[in-house]
């Protein structure tokens, strides 16, 4: 099992950046998708979910309204898209799912807000 993420960067509070997953070595479209963050000296915490199909989705209070998960099951593909960015949207974020018993993490891309 692999999870790729990328699409992170520096980016001007009210800015807009899109996180993109890609999975492969399990059945990506039956399972929910997941994304995490963690901020420097915080715990991880969840930001999104969406269903295997993409009908549901929820999100962390701090992101409502601001961001949106959705995913590509033709291309294996979750997506986080941010917007209205704050300086406290600053971590590291990851992908995350569980294919039950196991659960699998990316390794990671980094967000900072700055100006």
């Known amino acids: 099992v692999q999870l790729v993420e990328s699409g992170g960067g520096l980016v001007q509070p009210g800015g807009s950046l899109r996180l993109s997953c890609a999975a492969s070595?399990?059945?990506?479209?039956?399972?929910?998708m997941r994304w995490y963050r963690q901020a420097p000296g915080k715990e991880r915490e969840l930001v999104a979910t969406?269903?295997?199909?993409?009908?549901?989705?929820d999100y962390a209070d701090s992101v409502k309204g601001r961001f949106l998960i959705s995913r590509d099951n033709a291309k294996n593909t979750v997506y986080l898209q941010m917007n209205s960015l704050k300086p406290e949207d600053t971590a590291v974020y990851y992908c995350y799912v569980r294919t039950a018993p196991d659960s699998y993490w990316g390794q990671g891309t980094q967000v900072t807000v700055s100006s």
């Open positions: 969406i269903s295997s199909g993409g009908g549901l989705t």
């Open positions: 070595g399990f059945r990506f479209s039956i399972y929910a």
